[in-house]
């Protein structure tokens, strides 16, 4: 199994920034992907950003350069920098992790809020 914790949401004004983190722990060895999703209010579930365990990142169009994503293997953390933010981007913000192998299983985080002002 493996627990994930997301930390960093909150309230900004448009135009501004934040850090999304999300941590890691138990049987982390079987991850390979990392990535962010979100979640706004009647809306589905969407990727926003990802980032394989050789380093290769995949963005959603709607975030490509204003977000970044990384990961720090020795912490066990995955962030998400978010620039520029809009308030199309409120939404709740979920880490996802997901495994290697022929059967793909996916872990989630509990969700951090991230609201964007006008």
């Known amino acids: 199994q493996v627990q994930l914790v997301e930390s960093g949401g909150g309230l900004v004004q448009a135009g501004g920034s934040l850090r999304l983190s999300c941590a890691a722990s138990g049987s982390i060895f079987s991850i390979n992907v990392m990535g962010w999703y979100r979640q706004a209010p009647g809306k589905q579930r969407e990727l926003v950003a990802d980032?394989?365990?050789?380093?290769?990142?995949n963005y959603a169009d709607s975030v490509k350069g204003r977000f970044t994503i990384s990961r720090d293997n020795a912490k066990n953390t995955v962030y998400l920098q978010m620039n520029s933010l809009k308030p199309e981007d409120t939404a709740v913000y979920y880490c996802?992790?997901?495994?290697?192998?022929?059967?793909?299983?996916?872990?989630w985080g509990q969700g951090t809020q991230v609201t964007v002002s006008s």
């Open positions: 980032i394989a365990s050789n380093g290769r990142t």
């Open positions: 996802n992790g997901e495994t290697y192998g022929l059967i793909v299983h996916h872990y």
